[in-house]
């Protein structure tokens, strides 16, 4: 029972082009919704965070979009910068503290 | 501005053996969560504890597998008898004290866990 899905594996984005990661999600508890940036063999580090009573927050170059009635949320990075190759993950929370991860999508930025 | 820490970074147990992994949160945070990250996978949650208290371990399995966060010292996770499939990931998070539903949580860098 996947409850949050990133359906995109990978994804290749020119430099200074936008990345744009997408991300649904089933259960219509989640109230917070996170993504996290992960490179090999490191943990996750935290970039942007929305509740569900907003549905934009930016932060520089970072801004994550969340659509309640469809269940959906993106990830929008612009400009891409080489060191945004990573692999992202979505999480969602519903009061229960836990966290919900998605598969996560491989971005590459190709200079 | 120590972030979280997880010790060891590597560890190879043989079948059967004990592994012990540690978690020290971020200052000022008395919120643990353990979640295990199987290969070309998500992290999944596993326990979520606050001093001397296991607040939720939905995620645990029901055996072999137990965690704690004392009064005094890191969280531990304990994972006795390991077998083949127990190798991951393992990550620790942590959290400052919740207000209802904007917590976030910081993650260490994790614990490799090797079974041979």
């Known amino acids: 029972d996947q409850q949050v899905k990133q359906n995109s594996p990978s994804l290749s984005v020119q430099e200074g082009r936008i990345s744009i990661l997408n991300c649904d999600y089933t259960?219509?508890?989640?109230?917070?919704f996170l993504w996290y940036k992960k490179y090999p063999a490191e943990g996750p580090t935290f970039l942007i965070s929305?509740?569900?009573?907003?549905d934009k927050n930016e932060d520089g170059r970072f801004t994550v979009f969340l659509n309640k009635s469809a269940k959906h949320l993106s990830l929008h990075i612009v400009p891409s910068q080489p060191g945004d190759s990573a692999v992202y993950f979505c999480?969602?929370?519903?009061?229960?503290?836990?966290?919900?991860f998605g598969q996560g999508t491989r971005l590459t930025i190709n200079p | 501005n120590a972030g979280v820490m997880q010790n060891p970074r590597h560890l190879v147990r043989r079948r059967g053996q004990e592994a012990r992994l540690r978690c020290s949160p971020m200052?000022?945070?008395?919120?643990v969560y353990w979640y295990r990250q199987l290969p070309e996978e998500g992290l999944k949650f596993m326990v979520y504890?606050?001093?001397?208290?296991?607040?939720?371990e939905s995620g645990m399995p029901k055996e072999r597998f137990s965690a704690e966060f004392p009064k005094e010292g890191p969280s531990i996770l304990r994972i006795q008898q390991v077998v083949r499939g127990d190798s991951a990931a393992y990550f620790c998070?942590?959290?400052?004290?919740?207000?209802?539903?904007?917590?976030?949580?910081?993650f260490g860098p994790g614990t490799r866990l090797t079974v041979l």
């Open positions: 998070a942590s959290s400052p004290n919740w207000l209802a539903g904007t917590d976030t949580q910081y």
């Open positions: 259960n219509s508890m989640f109230d917070y």
């Open positions: 929305i509740s569900s009573i907003k």
């Open positions: 999480a969602a929370s519903g009061g229960a503290q836990k966290l919900v």
């Open positions: 200052k000022g945070h008395s919120h």
């Open positions: 504890l606050q001093k001397e208290n296991i607040i939720d």
